[in-house]
């Protein structure tokens, strides 16, 4: 696996990188036979708070997330376990979505061929002249609605941007106050 650790107002000391190396080392087993995976870990100080960041992209989808403490190690673990956490719901749901797969005859390994790039999308900041103060490109594979939803939920995000596979359209799934999900759909005007 290979690991990047980059640091914004902080050194990133080798005692530091080795720690990241330990607990990203325990995620090697959600990705036996997996060749293309990486991991890309920001720290940060941001006044008192100490910020971890970590993206792993492996199978072609991003797992991301993002721990404050007054402590960068305990941050770093944080981080480490979320992002446990996180891969691991996304292997259980994937387990299940193949047995539903395998019952209705269709292809299972679907969820392992179709390739996934998602992105962050960070909050505009938005003033009286509307300014955009970041873009985010990204490539967008074809996926279904429920491979949509999956990917918002894992990225802890309340909507996303995404190519259907069945209309090959750009489409976005959100998530309701409810809780429920709603579906974008262009107009064929």
Known sequence: MKVQVHGDNIAVTSALHQYVDKRISRLARFFEGENDKHVYVTMAVEGTDHRVEMTVYAYGVIFRVEEKSPDMYASIDLAADRL???????????????RQRSRTGRESDALYQQRVVLAKTDELDVSDEFRVVRVKRFAMKPMTVQEA????????HDFFVFTNADTDEMNVVYRRKNGDYGLIEPDGI
């Open 84 to 98: 446990e956490e996180q891969i691991h719901r996304y292997k259980d749901k994937l387990t299940v979505s193949r």
């Open 149 to 156: 939803i999956l990917q918002m939920n894992l990225l802890g």
